[in-house]
């Protein structure tokens, strides 16, 4: 199963799903938990709804799933970059004005 995603790189979209994935089921999962525990008038329940949530979260977040890897980077080819070559810094330039008295 781990080369199934050994290949998968998540790309930078990918890694915003993923961030966004996690904010979004860690909040719902500490509001469930807190409405059942408030209901059901139980501390444990509440933790225990939460460490559920955070364990899915877990599982949907850190393997790099493919649907992670929708928008892959294309490098440029090493060939390619030759022909065009790295932009070189330009000195600025000070005028010198000459003050009339």
């Not at 089921?25 to 225990?48: C, E, K, P, T």
């Amino acid at each position: 199963m781990v080369w199934l995603f050994a290949s998968v790189r998540m790309d930078w979209q990918g890694q915003k799903l993923a961030e966004q994935l996690m904010q979004i089921l860690l909040l719902a999962s500490a509001v469930v938990g807190f409405g059942a525990g408030y209901v059901m008038g139980s501390f444990q329940m509440m933790i225990l709804i939460y460490a559920g949530g955070v364990v899915l979260t877990t599982l949907v977040t850190i393997p790099n799933w493919p649907f992670f890897n929708r928008h892959p980077l294309k490098w440029l080819d090493p060939s390619e970059s030759e022909k065009h070559p790295k932009p070189q810094r330009q000195q600025p330039v000070i005028s010198k004005k000459k003050s009339k008295k």
